[in-house]
Nanobody, 122 residues
């Protein structure tokens, strides 16, 4: 079975950076598009970023574009989200997800991690 394990969350001050990692196991990593979503308290889960199977294309939510960078290492079966210039509104539980379609639509993703908490203080 596919397993996704996120790490790297924590508490940071606004303006600082965090790097989230998600390790994939159980299937062939390079056959999946990989994405990050987030969910803040009292809000619906929202798309953050997605990367294609090869890593050749990426897509970002408007709220994070220019501040966050997604990347993947197919040899290490890992997807990373570098988050710079963090803002209090970035506070959320961040989830990585794996699916066969390069999309912002959470319903299209087959597998999800357990989430990692990111808290940005002002």
């Amino acid at each position: 079975q596919v397993q996704l394990v996120e790490s790297g969350g924590g508490l940071v001050q606004a303006g600082n950076s965090l790097r989230l990692s998600c390790v994939f196991s159980g299937r062939t990593f390079s056959t999946y598009a990989m994405a990050w979503f987030r969910q803040a308290p009292g809000k619906e889960r929202e798309f953050v970023s997605v990367i294609t199977r090869s890593g050749g294309s990426t897509m970002y939510a408007g709220s994070v574009k220019g501040r966050f960078t997604i990347s993947r290492d197919n040899a290490k079966t890992t997807v990373t989200l570098q988050m710079d210039s963090l803002k209090p509104e970035d506070t959320a539980v961040y989830y990585c997800a794996a699916g066969f379609t390069y999309t912002e639509n959470a319903a299209m993703y087959n597998y999800w991690g357990q989430g990692t908490q990111v808290t940005v203080s002002s």
